[in-house]
């Protein structure tokens, strides 16, 4: 009977550790830039470090999911940024950086931040940690809405 339990347990580890896994490392941020013209979607990058408690339930119970659903790809793309981290990635300008120096640029110091950005990385809408845990979602897609009309206004911008 205890070997079922253990077993159980461990299969459920694994599961959340996987689920987590989901959510879209960011590596190029130019690559995004160029689908954001053609589809008119913001990118939604998540700041996050490793021992974030409040991080971990963002990315497991929203974003991850969000990832996961057709309704949300056609509406964003989501990337997630360890803050911590010295992985290079592709800015949008084209120019190696990390993660670390990429959180340092937007002065992200607070997490979990989600920020929606334009194609040229400019930022749309934020929301600095987790306001309210029963109503995170329902933010964050008022945030994708108010994003994504400001993008539409820019894109129809002339000079």
């Known amino acids: 009977m205890i070997k079922f339990y253990l077993l159980f347990?461990?299969?459920?580890?694994?599961?959340?550790?996987?689920?987590?896994?989901?959510l879209p490392v960011a590596k190029d941020f130019f690559m995004d830039s160029q689908k954001v013209w053609k589809t008119k979607t913001p990118i939604l990058i998540m700041f996050s470090i490793p021992?974030?408690?409040?991080?971990?339930?963002?990315?497991?119970?929203?974003?991850?999911?969000?990832?996961?659903?057709n309704e949300y790809n056609?509406?964003?793309?989501?990337?997630?940024?360890?803050?911590q981290s010295f992985d290079e990635i592709n800015d949008f300008y084209n120019e190696d950086t990390s993660h670390n120096e990429f959180a340092f640029k937007y002065a992200v110091n607070f997490f979990p931040t989600v920020m929606l950005v334009d194609n040229y990385g400019a930022?749309?809408?934020?929301?600095?940690?987790v306001p309210s845990e029963e109503y995170y979602w329902t933010d964050l897609d008022e945030a994708i809405e108010k994003s994504t009309k400001k993008l539409h206004?820019?894109?129809k911008a002339e000079l």
Do not use: W
């Open 9 to 22: 347990l461990m299969v459920l580890t694994n599961f959340a550790t996987a689920h987590e896994l989901t």
């Open 51 to 69: 021992d974030c408690g409040y991080c971990k339930k963002i990315k497991e119970e929203v974003l991850s999911p969000m990832a996961e659903m």
């Open 123 to 129: 930022p749309l809408e934020k929301i600095i940690g």
């Open 74 to 83: 056609e509406k964003i793309i989501i990337r997630h940024i360890d803050a």
């Open 153 to 155: 206004q820019r894109m």
